[in-house]
């Protein structure tokens, strides 16, 4: 089973600045690698998949990059409604399909 | 645009079975495939099992073979995951997610575009 570790736990930014979340696979996982955000609330949302491509109807402030074990969401200017947890999940190896933890970002 | 409408919540003793639905609608559903995560209060996504729209088989994670059954009803559009045995661990929201359009040729495993609105099944004595 492929671990998904995220850090930190909890990021606390100001509305306009940049986020920095990561995300480490136990194993390669090449580029499979997608990150969703959720609000308390309601489901998961589909940000990021392929590691860096953007899903339909996301805004160009949220990036991801990376491949192997390390990747990392990039938030660039923070809006008021980014603020939620934010997961990352790999689809290279399965069963099973694995997430991380989940990263808290909370307004500073 | 594609939509996943859930049953709902549920109140269920330890032991017994619970069975959840997920219609979708917006989209082809024999090509569809439907996969259900849950999520513990307070804690992070654990991936059930689901189908595998290619083959219309199912894959399930190791530590559920035992006790789910994913099945589909096409006539209805509508997906079911079935958890027997229940015990309070498996108090949680338990979600159905689509496989993207993109990735149904795939064997998977998949990432997930759409989902749906959650069904919380309580396991309580």
């Known amino acids: 089973e492929i671990v998904m570790t995220q850090s930190p736990a909890t990021l606390s930014v100001s509305p306009g600045e940049r986020a920095t979340l990561s995300c480490r696979a136990s194993?390669?996982?090449?580029?499979?690698l997608a990150w969703y955000q959720q609000k308390p609330g309601q489901a998961p949302r589909l940000l990021i998949y392929?590691?860096?491509i953007r899903a339909t109807g996301i805004p160009p402030r949220f990036s991801g990059s990376g491949s192997g074990t390390e990747f990392t969401l990039t938030i660039s200017s923070l809006q008021s409604e980014d603020f939620a947890v934010y997961f990352c999940?790999?689809?290279?190896?399965?069963?099973?399909?694995?997430f991380g933890q989940g990263t808290r970002l909370a307004i500073k | 645009q594609v939509q996943l409408v859930q049953s709902g919540a549920e109140v269920k003793k330890p032991g017994s079975s619970v069975k959840v639905s997920c219609k979708v609608s917006?989209?082809?559903?024999?090509?569809?495939?439907v996969n259900w995560v849950r999520q513990a209060p307070g804690q992070g996504l654990e991936w059930m099992g689901g189908?595998?729209?290619?083959?219309?088989?199912?894959q399930l994670a190791q530590k559920f073979q035992d006790r789910v059954t994913v099945s589909t009803d096409e006539s209805t559009s509508t997906a079911y995951i079935e958890l027997r045995s229940l015990r309070s661990d498996d108090t949680a929201m338990y979600y159905c997610?689509?496989?993207?359009?993109?990735?149904?040729?795939?064997?998977?495993?998949?990432?997930?575009?759409?989902w749906g609105q959650g069904t919380l099944v309580t396991v309580s004595s």
């Open positions: 917006g989209d082809s559903f024999s090509s569809h495939g």
């Open positions: 194993q390669r996982v090449g580029t499979n």
């Open positions: 997610a689509s496989v993207p359009f993109r990735q149904r040729a795939d064997p998977g495993p998949y990432f997930f575009d759409y």
């Open positions: 189908i595998i729209p290619i083959f219309r088989t199912t």
């Open positions: 999940q790999q689809y290279k190896n399965w069963p099973p399909i694995t």
């Open positions: 392929g590691s860096s």
